[in-house]
Each structure stands twice: as structure tokens, then as C-alpha cells.
């Protein structure tokens, strides 16, 4: 595509031509001298011998031709000179489209520089934003779940509560049955709801037919007080074609919480 050229002042030859004008009359009014010199010349040659004649002859005509090359390399000096002229203005222009582009190339990477500063301007301006949103009630509501935490880990470690993690890519869901003397609790493991509660064996017996062993397994967790309750339990899990698990507790110990069941509290 063609580069808009500013407006600039045009380049024209009417120098030169005044130049190549009045070098041509210049020539043209010394070979008239020469020509009124030669005719004067020879006529005061007429009465001379004819050897003096033809040397004279020869002498103007080599002085004329002495003269005329040297105003023709004196024409050549100035064409080349007024040649070199031109080509100088042309590379200047040439220099002067160079020194646009140049500029228009560090305008484009100042509006990149501009548009990157505003970009962390606004940066900074969002972090500000967000660390106005740490306020101190902010911080205190933090505080306080931190130390509700704390006591629930307490009264975890205070009741002697045994958690249990949910198996990580198992098939079937696991559930828990912690056996106490008076009562069967029953609780998905990992699940935070409270458990199924059974007030004798035939109960959790009863409740157990209406599952699927296809979908869910059995861990039991047997107390020194619960080993009738553990082979009633025991029996009818196999019975019914339930995969079967144990695991041994002391009597002060639990598993399972009445209202977050087999899940953390």
C-alpha cells in the first residue's frame, strides 16, 4: 500500500533549466567572439606567407577546441553536481518517510506501555478492594469459628468419640452399627444426619430385610456389654447376604453421635 505523503514543498527543475540556459548563452556569445576574433585574425593574415597562415589557423583552431572542451567538463561538473542535488533530496525524503514510521512505531508501543499501566492500576485498585473486605468484625467472626472448633474437637476428645473415614473407591456404601446394651444405633459412614436407632436386636433385624446387600455393607462395633446383641446381629446379616466387618470398643467409647450420626461433628 502506498504511504500518505504529507504536504511538502514540490521539487522542480526551473533551477536547473535557468542554469542550463544561461550556460548556453554564455557559450553561444564567447564562439561569436571567437568567431569575430577569427575573422579579424585572418584578415590581418591575408598578406602573411601561407606556412604562417596555416600555423595560425591550426593555433586559434586548437585554442577553440581547448576552450570548448573546457566549458563542455565545466556543463558536466555542474549536471553532475545538479544530479546529486536531486538525489539528495530524494534520499531525504526517503529519510523523512523512515522518521514517520519511526514515530508512528513509538506512538503504538506508548498506548501499549499506557494501556499496561492502567492495567495495574486497576490491579492495585481491586487488591485494595479486597483487603478493605478483612475488616475486624471480619476477622472476630473467624476468631469465633475457630474457637467453636476447638471445643467441638474437645468434647470429641472429652465423650472418647472413635471416628471412622469413609474407604476411598469403595463399591458399597459402609455403614456403622455400634451394640450397646440397652439400644443399636446404625449411621452411614462419613454421612452427617442423625442414625437409625433400635431399641433391641429384632428391631435393627427387622430394618435390615428391607436393604440391599448389593449396594451397602456392615461394620459392627462390639462392646464387652453387647456380645448377645453382636450374634443375633451377626446371624442375620449373613442371613441375608450382607457383607460383614468388626471392630472392638470399650464400653466409655462411641462411634456414633445422636445428631451428626457416623459423620464429623
Known amino acids: 500500500m502506498g504511504r500518505h505523503k504529507g504536504p511538502s514543498a514540490p521539487f522542480t527543475l526551473f533551477a536547473f ?13 564567447i564562439t561569436m567572439m571567437m568567431a569575430v576574433e577569427l575573422v579579424h585574425n585572418m584578415t590581418k593574415a591575408d598578406a602573411a606567407p601561407q606556412e604562417q597562415k596555416s600555423s ?6 586548437q585554442q577553440a577546441v581547448g576552450q570548448s572542451s ?9 549536471l553532475d553536481e545538479t544530479t546529486t542535488i536531486r538525489f539528495d533530496a530524494d534520499a531525504l525524503q526517503r529519510r523523512l518517510e523512515q522518521l514517520k514510521a519511526t514515530a508512528a512505531e513509538l506512538a503504538s508501543q506508548q498506548e501499549k506501555l499506557k494501556n499496561t499501566q492502567e492495567k495495574i492500576d486497576a490491579r492495585r485498585e481491586q487488591q485494595k478492594l479486597e483487603s478493605r473486605d478483612i475488616t475486624p468484625e471480619a476477622i472476630e467472626a473467624l476468631t469465633k469459628e475457630q474457637a467453636e472448633i476447638a471445643q467441638q474437637l474437645e468434647a ?4 472418647n468419640r472413635v471416628i471412622f473415614n469413609r474407604p476411598a473407591g469403595a463399591e458399597k456404601t459402609p455403614w456403622l452399627v455400634e451394640l450397646n446394651e440397652t439400644s443399636i444405633l446404625a449411621a452411614e459412614m462419613g ?6 436407632t433400635f431399641q433391641t436386636p429384632e428391631e435393627f433385624v427387622q430394618w435390615v430385610k428391607g436393604q440391599n446387600p448389593d449396594s451397602m455393607y456392615f461394620v459392627l462395633l462390639v462392646k464387652p456389654s453387647s456380645i448377645s446383641a453382636f450374634s443375633i446381629v451377626r446371624q442375620a446379616l449373613q442371613q441375608q447376604q450382607f457383607e460383614i466387618g468388626y471392630d472392638l470398643m470399650r464400653s466409655d467409647q462411641t462411634a456414633i453421635d445422636a445428631k451428626t450420626g457416623a459423620g464429623a461433628p
Do not use: C, F, N, Y
Not at 56 to 61: A, D, F
Not at 70 to 78: M, N, P, S
Open 191 to 196: 454421612q452427617s444426619r442423625p442414625p437409625e
Open 56 to 61: 595560425q589557423v591550426k593555433r586559434m583552431l
Open 70 to 78: 573546457g566549458e563542455a567538463d565545466r556543463l558536466q561538473k555542474i
Open 156 to 159: 470429641m476428645q472429652k465423650s
Open 17 to 29: 533549466q535557468d542554469i542550463i540556459t544561461s550556460v548556453t548563452g554564455i557559450i553561444l556569445l
